[in-house]
């Protein structure tokens, strides 16, 4: 399969990146490339191969239900861009 | 054209943990900003998920409470959007293997009786919140809600009425509080409903496009915004238009829907299973632990009032209500077990209009199950009537006479008199003085014969068993 | 002092020849002097270093020092350090003094170990050459114009260059054994799950292994006794009992039998790697192993596994970086959306940014199951060629990367080049394996080359004995650029 303009401009914004038009040419050659390198892999016949989403077959551990943390507000907030009256502010949000 | 409106829920309820779904910090409501909100509820750089038990917990209970299939291994997902109240980016949630899959509900509606199959139910985190009071035209974003444990219950889409709805709904809140997995409470957020809302004409075979109405968290509010909402649906397609699926938001002020303009962007959600969380494996063992811990269930409660007490299946749904209720109802069934519909009707009617008027609920209602018992055993052994009764139970709810029935009766001079020859001695009273009465009977007047009564009764002060002076006044009248 | 060994330099703590003030001392002196041309270093805090100096000195006078107490060690700068900036080599955390120490650093500061300062590395671990951060390109100390490697090209250059006797790295694809390879030093990427992710600022979480970077295995065995051990706050730390990592260093190999994967030396080596590896494994033939050949014939599409897979996982892992709570912000912007749009367009680099389009795209709806599905699937197939071959043998060995270090800028246009150079790591990467390299000699411009040695799960006792018999054998470790 080929990538278009399109895709990448799509994908950049799925993923809250602004990009300019030149940036949008060059990334869909080097992405292209990259394609052509990954798509050697779908040949492959995987049929009745289970995927391996962890390097490890073992389950999740599970922690008591107890509270361990305590409030570090004044820490946390010490290094965010813009808080006021203990709230992170952000530009306006429209629902 | 007839038209069907065909919905279904997503419910969120929050499950009752001390600390959040994947972090130690406190799910307790109402704390001032961002101090409830730890490094990994910030997403800070490098912070992992580690799944809290008790979450698992409350989610296994569920689904065992409805008959559904619990899921092992159970994955957890990522939900992949943008969103200032959502630190990570991607909120963690289940897509494949939800921990709870199908299972369903009875409802009851004045109307009828009706099962309601349920999808799913998956765990997930809460998000938090955006304050929108003007900040110099910036939100402020409350971080403490985010990582709070949810468990999201989908329906399918069973339900024709606004009124199965929220019946579905009131029985998914009954059922959760039930057995102690959610608190239930609408106002903090506790159980939020999600409505998916389509119309189709009467008898077709197929859905129509549905819309997706959030924030509803009211029982009258889902009614409400499911009514505005396939009324607007119907006007669409009735002037030729076409429904446009999409999410909209409920105005409670208004009373209407309307577009949410957010969320647009993120339909495409990259569900992908966290690399940092393993597959969670619920054992049988555990299973059946859980499982001895249940309380009898609603619905089982329901079939044996009927069963055994010869309720109507209406009353049993209403007495199932809510577990304290129930466990009020078998509190007083228990002292008083040939008199349950004596019982129901007592708790359905003077006991919950008391506490309605009082905002109270049935757990600290002032009069106890065993003395509203003590009560109604005093009705049916003929001590009291039930119109004297209601005034002990006044003087029960106020705590007057540390709450003693018989007392209460005594010092009220309330108990009904039975005794014959005291009923006679007044008889003779009131026929010696009402002789023109008398005549009047003689004379065929059957009225004069209620109006002695009525100055019997007068004479005692009502305490006098009715149907006792009826016959002694009767036998009198003719033995002369 | 600077060749000592880590035992060698406990021993002078000890023996109180030196304190640890004056080794820190002299540690600090030299990265001042070196770090101007090599870049080794993004945060250098002398009065932080010295303070942890000072304890460790009362500790090894008060009599409960360790084997590390009082020694310098360098940390990636991808390990969240409470105080100290940590950057990740990204302008998106240029300003992020980290609130909390990853569990890596609290066990350092456990052993007492005195961090010397936090290495420069490729932007959030993505890269094999140190050119991706934003903090400027480390060059390799063997050749002022090489790349020192990647991601781990701040470590591997502070310890070959002596700036610091070890430090630590993170390892995706290749990010400790292939710089480890290009400055001639000695890398170990364990099993994954032995060394906690906690505050390891993730990059493809079901592949990020922490490991030690040193001169030697000895040093290696030393510094994961230190960092390995099982963590709470990291779901996928293995809970299993703690091992001495030396325990087996002194073992005769006599009987070891090494695997040769034929798909390793079939082409695409240089001829001066292919040499050196020669040599190498012939010396391990004099030291009493036998060598077979075993073939792990889908280990050749471990790269585009590799690069869908990664990618996937960063995309969804660096979605956190948004300019809210922490971190870099735009200056200017219309509404909330161009905020975020515009700080991650200007916090991120270039090839993070690539790498999360490339990630997004194969996560997006439509090509789920033809990309990331299928490479989860071919990932299974990689590891289960693991699983025979170690049937056959005990250690794998072959090349860490194609060639020697590159020249800088000589890839830094052409992705795909440049990600070739994971082609032997990656694999052992996707499986779990653990892996390492170790210096066996000088190619091209005498630059140092590297040998992989791939273990099965939980061996990399073993595999430090293997590598430091090879080095009781041989001095290529004890080779140092004169600076």
Not at chain 2, 48 to 69: Q, S, Y
Not at chain 2, 241 to 254: C, F, I, M, P
Not at chain 2, 446 to 470: C, D, H, I, S, Y
Request: hydrophobic fraction near 40%.
């Amino acid at each position: 399969m080929t990538l278009s303009i399109d895709d990448v401009k799509q994908v950049a914004d799925l993923a809250y990146i602004k990009i300019s038009e030149d940036e949008t040419e060059a990334a869909l050659i080097q992405l292209s490339d990259i394609f052509k390198l990954i798509e050697t892999m779908q040949a492959v016949d995987t049929s009745g191969v289970t995927p391996m989403s962890h390097a490890q077959d073992v389950v999740q551990r599970l922690r008591e239900d107890r509270i361990s943390d305590s409030d570090q507000r004044a820490l946390y907030q010490s290094i965010a861009p813009q808080v006021e009256e203990g709230l992170y502010l952000v530009p306006k949000v429209i629902e | 054209m007839q038209w069907e409106i065909v919905i279904g829920l997503e419910i969120h309820a929050q499950l009752s943990t001390q600390s959040k779904i994947f972090s130690g910090a406190s799910t307790a409501y109402g704390a001032m900003p961002n101090t409830q909100a730890s490094i990994v509820d910030l997403a800070m750089p490098g912070v992992l998920p580690v799944l809290n038990r008790g979450a698992v917990e409350r989610a296994v209970k569920f689904g065992l409470a409805i008959g559904a299939t619990i899921n092992s291994p159970s994955i957890f997902a990522r939900k992949n959007y943008f969103y200032p109240d959502l630190p990570k980016g991607y909120q963690i949630s289940q897509y494949e293997l939800p921990i709870v899959e199908g299972g369903n509900i009875r409802i009851q509606t004045e109307e009828a009786e009706k099962t309601i199959r349920l999808t799913r139910a998956h765990l997930e985190e809460d998000a938090g919140k955006s304050l929108h009071e003007d900040f110099h035209g910036m939100s402020g974003i409350d971080l403490n809600r985010a990582g709070t444990p949810l468990l999201e219950i989908v329906s399918e889409p069973d339900m024709r009425s606004s009124a199965e709805a929220v019946a579905y709904a009131k029985s998914l809140h009954s059922l959760v509080r039930w057995i102690g997995i959610c608190d239930g409470n609408m106002q903090e957020g506790s159980f939020r409903c999600d409505a998916n809302v389509s119309v189709r004409p009467r008898g077709s075979a197929t859905y129509g496009t549905r819309c997706e109405i959030k924030n509803l968290n009211s029982f009258r509010f889902l009614e409400k915004a499911i009514e505005f909402e396939a009324e607007r649906q119907i006007d669409i397609l009735e002037d030729g238009g076409s429904v446009r699926q999409e999410t909209r938001l409920y105005d409670a002020n208004k009373g209407e829907t309307r577009t949410m303009r957010s969320k647009e962007d993120a339909n495409d959600y990259r569900y992908f299973p966290d690399p940092d969380l393993l597959p969670v494996e619920i054992s049988p063992d555990w299973v059946d632990q859980l499982r001895e811990t249940l309380p009898e269930l609603p619905q089982a409660r329901r079939e044996r009032y009927v069963t055994e007490f010869g309720l109507s299946a209406y009353d049993a749904s209403v007495l199932t209500g809510s577990r304290e209720l129930s466990d009020y109802f078998e509190a007083t069934i228990q002292r008083l077990p040939a008199q349950a519909k004596l019982c129901a009707n007592w708790i359905m009617g003077e006991i919950s209009a008391r506490l309605n008027k009082a905002d109270m609920d049935v757990a600290s209602c002032p009069v106890a199950p065993e003395t509203l018992a003590a009560l109604l055993s005093r009705i049916e052994d003929g001590t009291v009537s039930g119109k004297a009764a209601k005034t002990v139970f006044d003087s029960l709810w106020q705590g007057e006479m540390d709450r003693q029935v018989d007392v209460i009766i005594e010092a009220k001079g309330l108990k009904q008199i039975s005794d014959d020859s005291a009923i006679e001695q007044q008889v003779d009273d009131v026929l010696a003085a009402n002789a023109h009465l008398v005549a009047d009977f003689r004379s065929g007047k059957e009225k004069a014969f209620n109006a002695l009564v009525g100055q019997v009764m007068k004479a005692t002060r009502g305490k006098a068993n009715p149907a006792q002076v009826n016959t002694i006044l009767r036998k009198k009248l003719s033995g002369q | 002092m600077l060749n000592d060994s880590l035992k060698q330099l406990s021993r002078r703590l000890a023996d109180k020849q030196v304190s640890s003030v004056e080794l820190t001392t002299e540690y600090l002196e030299r990265i001042q002097r070196l770090n101007p041309e090599y870049n080794a270093f993004i945060t250098v805090d002398a009065d932080k270093s010295l303070q942890q100096a000072h304890a460790a000195d009362q500790k090894i006078a008060s009599g409960d020092a360790g084997p590390l107490t009082g020694i310098p060690v360098a940390q990636k700068d991808i390990f969240c350090t409470r105080g100290w900036l940590t950057t990740c080599g990204s302008r998106m955390l240029s300003n992020f003094v980290s609130p909390y120490d990853a569990g890596v650093i609290e066990r350092f500061n456990a052993a007492g170990a005195v961090n010397i300062g936090k290495t420069n590395m490729d932007e959030f671990a993505m890269g094999s050459s140190n050119e991706n951060s934003y903090y400027g390109p480390v060059r390799n100390p063997w050749d002022i114009g090489a790349v020192p490697g990647g991601s781990s090209g701040g470590s591997a250059c502070a310890v070959a260059a002596r700036m610091a006797p070890a430090a630590t790295g993170t390892d995706t694809g290749g990010s400790i054994r292939q710089p480890a390879a290009f400055c001639g030093i000695s890398g170990i990427k364990p099993t994954y799950g032995t060394v906690s992710r906690y505050g390891m600022i993730a990059f493809a979480s079901s592949l990020d292994q922490g490991g030690p970077m040193a001169r030697s295995a000895e040093d290696l065995a030393l510094m994961l006794n230190v960092m390995s051990g099982f963590d709470a706050r990291d779901s996928t730390s293995l809970q299993r009992d703690a091992e001495d990592y030396t325990r087996d260093l002194e073992n005769p190999l006599s009987g070891l039998r090494i695997g040769l994967p034929k798909e390793y030396f079939a082409e695409g080596m240089h001829g001066d790697v292919s040499r050196a590896i020669e040599s190498a494994i012939d010396e391990y033939r004099r030291l009493g192993a036998e060598t077979l050949e075993v073939s792990l014939p889908n280990s050749p599409l471990s790269i585009p596994v590799y690069y869908v897979l990664a990618p996937a996982e960063a995309s969804s892992n660096l979605s956190r970086f948004d300019g809210v709570r922490y971190g870099y912000r735009a200056e200017s912007y219309q509404d909330l959306a161009d905020m975020y749009r515009k700080t991650r367009a200007e916090g991120f680099g270039a090839e993070v940014k690539r790498r999360i389009l490339i990630g997004t795209y194969v996560l997006s709806h439509g090509y789920y199951d033809a990309y990331y599905i299928q490479a989860q699937k071919v990932r299974r197939l990689i590891a289960q060629d693991f699983e025979h071959a170690f049937a056959q043998c005990d250690v794998i060995m072959g090349p860490t990367a194609p060639s020697v270090a590159f020249d800088i800028g000589e890839k830094s246009s052409d992705p795909v080049q440049m990600y070739l150079s994971d082609i032997y790591t990656s694999a052992a990467s996707l499986a779990g394996l653990p892996g390492m390299s170790i210096p066996v000699g000088f190619g091209e411009k005498n630059r140092p080359i590297g040998l992989h040695i791939i273990g099965n799960y939980f061996t990399e006792s073993r595999m430090l004995n293997v590598a430091h018999q090879y080095q009781r054998a041989t001095d290529w470790h004890l080779k140092m650029p004169d600076l």
